[in-house]
């Protein structure tokens, strides 16, 4: 949580700004307005034949689980772009991006999260800085007990059920926590307000 103002240095209060209708963290010197808004994660689901690539992760949160190369958006960088580059850092995989295939919002942290089907490039990958080690799994091997992100799951879930459906979609959801148990854990969520539509 912001203490200090980001212009002049001074205290931040909480309070609600006039014509608003939410608080707001303004500054106490100089009343500049400090908006807070959700971040964008943008990750891959790379497919090679009929596996996807995960990474396990070497950092907090969640190290030691298993996840898809994913991070947050960089300012001035396009959502496929960077999807493309937190693949290539995680996995030194160099990939193509093929479809949107899913947004997910998570309001309880504030985190919209858009992912992309990808294809290897080239047959190179091997873990980079951020990652234990890489691998691509058959989906009856993924392993959903030790994933890092309930996001991560939901978007392997989807993928899943449109290559069983023989159809691909683009997907919109919020993921939404239950409010208790842990936020790591994807049984503790629920997929709501699912949109879907058929790529041509
Ligand atoms: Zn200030």
């Known amino acids: 949580m912001m203490k200090f103002c980001a212009e002049c240095g001074g205290a931040l209060e909480e309070r609600e700004v006039q014509g608003d209708g939410r608080r707001r963290h303004v500054c106490t010197v100089c009343a500049h307005v400090h908006y807070r808004n959700p971040l964008v994660v943008v990750g891959c689901l790379?497919?090679?034949?009929?596996?996807?690539?995960?990474?396990?992760?070497?950092?907090?949160?969640?190290?030691?689980?298993?996840?898809?190369?994913?991070?947050?958006?960089?300012?001035?960088?396009?959502?496929?772009?960077?999807?493309?580059?937190?693949?290539?850092?995680?996995?030194?995989?160099?990939?193509?991006?093929?479809?949107?295939?899913?947004?997910?919002?998570?309001?309880?942290?504030?985190?919209?999260?858009?992912?992309?089907?990808?294809?290897?490039?080239?047959?190179?990958?091997?873990?980079?800085?951020e990652s234990l080690e890489c691998r691509f799994f058959r989906a009856h091997d993924i392993p959903w007990s030790e994933l890092a992100f309930p996001a991560v799951h939901f978007a392997l879930q989807l993928l899943l059920d449109d290559r069983r459906g023989g159809c691909r979609h683009v997907h919109h959801a919020q993921v939404r926590w239950s409010g208790v148990g842990s936020r790591f854990d994807a049984s503790n969520y629920e997929l709501v307000g699912h949109l879907r539509s058929p790529l041509a």
Not at 70 to 91: H, I, K, N, Q
Not at 111 to 117: D, H, K, L, P, S
């Open 46 to 129: 790379v497919e090679r034949d009929d596996s996807i690539l995960l990474c396990r992760r070497a950092i907090e949160p969640a190290h030691g689980r298993w996840t898809t190369p994913a991070g947050f958006l960089e300012l001035g960088e396009t959502m496929p772009a960077g999807a493309r580059r937190e693949t290539f850092e995680e996995a030194s995989a160099d990939v193509d991006i093929m479809a949107p295939h899913s947004y997910l919002e998570l309001l309880h942290i504030g985190q919209v999260y858009a992912i992309f089907r990808a294809r290897m490039r080239a047959p190179d990958f091997a873990p980079g800085p």
